[in-house]
């Protein structure tokens, strides 16, 4: 028969082995966590995992309050540092071979000035996407403007919101997250605008290894601020959507580019279309399209010929102007000019 003291020794190195077997089961999972790309809050528990694909439509608001920069609602154009939206010159990264940039960096001031800056949410919609990983750190937003949806992708951040999962709804400017320098050398922004209509892999929170070719950037992606710029806050009625070509309007003479646009109704309400904008030129309904009287469920077009010389692309606005109710409304589509040759 064993004795006490034999006894109470067993059962404390039992007791140690299991408590050792707990810490390396933790340590295990936490790695697993990261290494996966699903997203562990400051105590190391691992949340709901990230989106294989895009949310459906019914599950995204509808951003009609309209998209802001996400830094403080501040744009930094003319301060900031690094690449800008899909440079004309490839770029090696080690986790990607060579690559276009896909986004826009962020920083102002100077280095690491803006170390630790809270990142707000550019417009209402739902988080897809986690990851906290020492390649990229980010946090995907899903958005739904008239009709379209994107990804809005931050890269490079710290200090993510303990308190954010997958599936969590977000408001315009809400907290999401701080600047850091996570898989970069200095502290910015990355901001991406993905078009979920043609991103063959939009929901790879990785940092965008997949932008292979200057064309690919281009075909997947928005220009950040000018998509930003041009994305007001508007009223759900009436309902209007604009019809503008979806992709690259190549140049069909010397320097002509040729292209239809127009206007639909979709709320059953008649509607009086005010002013038009494209291409910086102003008309009034009347002018433009002949009428400016859109019917209920009818829609309007218009055959656009422009004469303008491209060393390569150039983004421009097509705007439509609603007074409603003595409130100004305004919907607008972006059109890309694309030179052939």
Not at 77 to 99: E, L
Not at 141 to 153: I, T
Not at 191 to 202: C, D, G, Q, T, V
């Amino acid at each position: 028969m064993m004795n006490r003291q034999t006894f109470n020794l067993r059962i404390l190195f039992r007791f140690t082995l299991l408590l050792v077997a707990g810490l390396m089961f933790t340590d295990q999972a936490f790695a697993k966590c990261t290494a996966a790309s699903k997203y562990c809050n400051r105590q190391g528990q691992r949340t709901n995992t990230n989106q294989s694909k895009p949310l459906a439509a019914s599950k995204v608001p509808e951003a009609s309050n309209g998209f802001q920069h996400p830094l403080n609602a501040v744009r930094y154009s003319t301060n900031k540092n690094g690449n800008d939206f899909a440079q004309k010159d490839a770029v090696s990264y080690p986790n990607c071979g060579t690559i276009y940039h896909p986004g826009l960096d962020l920083n102002w001031g100077s280095g690491n000035q803006d170390c630790g800056s809270a990142i707000g949410s550019i417009a209402d919609g739902v988080v897809v996407w986690i990851g906290t990983n020492s390649e990229w750190q980010g946090i995907m937003v899903q958005h739904k403007y008239q009709g379209e949806m994107v990804l809005a992708a931050y890269g490079h951040v710290v200090e993510i919101d303990p308190n954010l999962s997958v599936g969590d709804t977000v408001k315009k400017n809400q907290f999401l997250a701080r600047v850091g320098s996570v898989g970069a050398d200095y502290c910015h922004l990355h901001i991406e605008i993905r078009k979920l209509s043609s991103h063959p892999n939009p929901m790879n929170g990785r940092f965008f290894c997949d932008n292979t070719t200057e064309k690919k950037v281009k075909d997947w992606y928005y220009s950040p601020e000018p998509f930003i710029d041009s994305h007001y806050a508007y009223s759900t009625r009436p309902n209007i959507s604009l019809l503008a070509p979806s992709s690259p309007v190549s140049r069909m003479g010397f320097n002509t580019y040729e292209f239809t646009v127009g206007v639909e109704e979709r709320d059953g309400q008649s509607v009086n279309i005010d002013w038009v904008y494209i291409d910086g030129m102003q008309y009034s309904g009347q002018s433009f399209f002949g009428t400016s009287k859109l019917k209920a469920r009818g829609s309007l077009t218009k055959k656009v010929r422009l004469e303008r010389w491209l060393w390569r692309e150039q983004t421009i606005p097509y705007t439509i102007k609603v007074l409603n109710n003595g409130r100004w409304e305004t919907w607008t589509k972006l059109i890309t000019l694309r030179r052939s040759w």
